[in-house]
Nanobody, 127 residues
Framework: QVQLDESGGGLVQAGGSLRLSCTPS????????MGWFRQAPGKEREFVAR????????YYADSVKGRFTISRDSSKNMMYLQMNSLRPEDTAIYYC????????????????????WGQGTQVTVSS
């Protein structure tokens, strides 16, 4: 069982930046692809970004491409989502997720592909 804990959310003005962190715990080793999703009030959970076990540049939703960067620090067992040029429409609860079934597949964007989820962290962008 992998437990995921997100942190770093908060309130920021449009154009500002935030960095979200995700810390896996519980199971000592997970050769997982990792992803970020978000869910705004009244909307379905949507894919934001994904990084495979082997790393690389990441795979992004069109809505965040060029503004968000997903990264991983294997030495600290941490994953990050750097969010720049934030917009009011980025307001949502952001979730960290792990996919142990497809560690090297880069483009899994659906919720069902991920086995483990965090509790989420709120990001609010004011205009």
């Amino acid at each position: 069982q992998v437990q995921l804990d997100e942190s770093g959310g908060g309130l920021v003005q449009a154009g500002g930046s935030l960095r979200l962190s995700c810390t896996p715990s519980g199971r000592p080793f997970c050769a997982c692809s990792m992803g970020w999703f978000r869910q705004a009030p009244g909307k379905e959970r949507e894919f934001v970004a994904r990084l495979t076990w082997s790393g690389g540049s990441g795979y992004y939703a069109d809505s965040v491409k060029g503004r968000f960067t997903i990264s991983r620090d294997s030495s600290k067992n941490m994953m990050y989502l750097q969010m720049n040029s934030l917009r009011p429409e980025d307001t949502a609860i952001y979730y960290c997720a792990a996919d142990p079934k497809n560690p090297y597949y880069y483009a899994a964007t659906n919720v069902a592909s991920y086995t483990y989820w965090g509790q989420g962290t709120q990001v609010t962008v004011s205009s």
